[in-house]
């Protein structure tokens, strides 16, 4: 190989290990990259459990756009089929199972929130169901494919053993799924998957399904969980904890800026395209002050999905509030019933809580007022004005409309 090849396969081996937990293998990427004679298959299953993508899911959405710069093809599965099975990943519990309506739902907005990220067009990304080829196996292909893996080794997976140990019930239903995630890999002749930490098991799997099909077995890159804004739970809507890739701006900005430091240089990381020299000086503390890295984060982030007017507007519009203490420049309006009204029932009614028990956690930790009077009581009566400002936390307001 002459040295500029090794040259530039070095480079891609380093742009493509970059923010990864572990490769299977490193070796075998290399051999691939060095001998391909024509574009990489790398595949990404998406489960559509949830209507919208945060920030955690495109850690895995932007390493697949990155082997689709390098000329390789995003293999994009959306699992409307495994979906119906419920993946047991990471879970205490088996994971409850979603209609086949709300599989469709959901698998639309996949679609839309993904483009943002991946290149669309038609030679760089193959988008599949695997109802396509999960629905017309037969009970004797299920039992056949079953017979590819053993119990013991199905129980290898971490889950399962703590499950077990704890007396808890492991359903059959649970070891079909990594089963059938590795039969994917074999029906779209996948080179490369991806996966977060929750899906080594399952990647791992395939590479054993791949073998026994004839196959050469799949590389598997796999990506840490991104963690979310409370700096414990990995992100995760129903945490609340999140990121959406569709935030507005000034929202997406300010929950960036709300991140506690020591996250900063794995969202610069896993979220940017910024050099690991840049970021090496935007987290260390006696180069970059801290909030001026976050700010550089938060506006990288805006711009990746939206664009540099935007970012800058964001940036601007969080200065203004939180650093001058004034009210945002634009506020949504909230329509509220003319006369009195408990707070708890004027939080919720606003939309800022989902029920009676947040609004009154929000007031007890003094994050509500109005027109920048403190509520501390939650059984404080008021009677709204129009256009008084009810704010809820740091980032939410509303200017009440009577109706």
């Excluded at 840490?224 to 804004?229: C, E, F, N, R, T």
Aim: hydrophobic share 40%; aromatic share 6%; glycine share 8%.
């Amino acid at each position: 190989m002459s040295q500029e090849k090794q040259t530039d396969i070095d480079g891609r081996m380093e742009l493509l290990l970059r923010g990864t937990e572990a490769v299977y293998t490193a070796d075998e990427l290399r051999r691939r990259l060095e001998e391909a004679t024509k574009p990489l298959r790398v595949k990404l299953g998406l489960d559509p459990t949830a209507p919208d993508i945060h920030l955690g899911h495109t850690v895995q959405l932007r390493k697949m756009r990155q082997f689709q710069d390098l000329g390789h093809k995003a293999v994009l599965i959306i699992g409307d089929y495994t979906a119906r099975i419920g993946d047991p990943s990471g879970q205490n519990t088996a994971r409850p199972t979603l209609s086949p309506e709300q599989i469709q739902t959901n698998a639309k907005t996949y679609f839309q929130q993904a483009g943002k990220i991946l290149d669309t067009s038609s030679g760089k990304l193959e988008i599949r169901y695997n109802s396509e080829w999960l629905e017309k196996l037969t009970m004797v292909d299920v039992i056949q494919l079953m017979a590819k893996k053993t119990v013991a080794q199905m129980l290898q997976r971490e889950s399962f053993k703590n499950r077990l140990a704890a007396d808890q019930d492991v359903f059959l239903h649970e070891f079909l799924y990594p089963v059938v995630q590795g039969y994917d890999s074999v029906v779209v002749k996948a080179d490369v998957e991806l996966g977060g930490t929750d899906q080594t098991f399952n990647c791992l799997v395939g590479r054993d399904i791949q073998r026994a099909y004839g196959l050469a077995p799949q590389i598997v890159l796999v990506m840490p969980l991104l963690v979310g804004l409370d700096g414990v739970e990995k992100m995760s809507k129903s945490k609340g904890n999140y990121v959406g890739v569709t935030d507005q701006p000034n929202d997406m900005f300010g929950k960036i800026m709300s991140i506690p430091d020591l996250l900063m240089e794995n969202y610069f990381t896993l979220l940017t395209d910024l050099p690991a020299e840049r970021i090496t000086e935007l987290v260390d503390g006696e180069k970059t002050h801290p909030r001026d890295a976050k700010a550089a984060l938060g506006k990288a982030i805006v711009e990746r999905y939206y664009d540099p007017s935007a970012a800058d507007a964001a940036a601007a519009e969080f200065d203004r509030v939180f650093a001058a203490k004034q009210t945002p420049t634009e506020i949504p309006e909230i329509a509220v019933p003319s006369g009195k009204i408990g707070i708890v029932s004027l939080v919720v009614q606003a939309g800022f809580a989902k029920s009676n028990g947040e609004a009154r956690r929000l007031i007890n930790q003094n994050a509500v007022s109005i027109d920048g009077d403190k509520i501390t009581d939650t059984e404080t009566v008021v009677n709204p004005q129009n256009e008084q400002i009810l704010r809820v936390g740091k980032r939410r307001f509303g200017k009440i409309i009577l109706k």
